[in-house]
């Protein structure tokens, strides 16, 4: 069955290190996306990507990068950890630009100590 | 000001009580509204979706869509403990700035107790 997959699942780490989390679809999608949960802010989205080599920043993107070098794996690059990027990371991926239904998955817990 | 608020709850209610969570919006492109349902510690599931404004039934669920309130309501008939979850609407356009992205509310945590 298709999957989206997310690794690590928990991590952390200290204020300053650069942190990479990995996201994986095997859905052959050509959209993915990445968000932050946060209580109170709901999913915040962070990048997002149309398709290979195909790269766009969303309302939170400070701190972060992303590249897409193929169909399905968009990892995303925290740069210089700091506390505040403490949260709950999901990446989810849709068909195309024109399908409203993204599928999400399982989040990795992120804490910067 | 979001350009979608959510009640943030959260919400407790007894067994076969009927919930109701609401979401505003200002953006008036939005086409697609959605509803998903989060359990504890996994990602987000999409729950039900309404193009445009109208009801959309699905057993328990009904979703609905006031296009010129701008407001989307999910009712949960009957609630159940396994309907205990967070609760995000998400809007969607086929045009405009937000193509292609959806917008989520803050989200509603809903525990529904025996």
């Known amino acids: 069955d298709a999957e989206i997959t997310q690794s690590p699942r928990h991590k952390i780490t200290e204020t300053g290190r650069q942190v990479t989390l990995a996201c994986h679809q095997t859905w052959n999608h050509n959209n993915m996306f990445w968000y932050r949960q946060d209580l109170g802010h709901g999913l915040r989205l962070i990048h997002y990507s149309y398709g290979v080599h195909d790269t766009n920043k969303g309302e939170v993107s400070d701190g972060y990068s992303v590249s897409r070098s193929n169909t399905e794996d968009l990892p995303l690059t925290l740069e210089s950890a700091a506390s505040s990027q403490t949260s709950v990371y999901f990446c989810?991926?849709?068909?195309?630009?024109?399908?409203?239904?993204?599928?999400f998955g399982p989040g990795t817990r992120l804490t910067v100590t | 000001q979001k350009e979608v608020e959510q009640d943030p709850g959260p919400l407790s209610v007894p067994e076969g009580a009927i919930v109701s969570l609401n979401c505003t919006y200002s953006n008036s492109a939005f086409q697609y509204f959605m509803w998903y349902r989060q359990y504890s510690r996994k990602g987000p599931e999409l729950l039900m979706y309404t193009y445009s404004s109208g009801n959309k039934e699905d057993g328990r669920f009904t979703a609905q869509v006031d296009k010129s309130s701008k407001y989307i309501s999910l009712f949960i008939r009957d609630s159940q403990p396994s309907d205990s979850a967070t609760y995000l609407c998400a809007m969607f356009s086929q045009r405009g700035t937000s193509y292609g992205k959806l917008t989520f509310g803050q989200g509603t945590i809903l525990t529904v107790h025996p």
């Open positions: 989810a991926s849709s068909r195309d630009r024109g399908k409203y239904e993204q599928y």
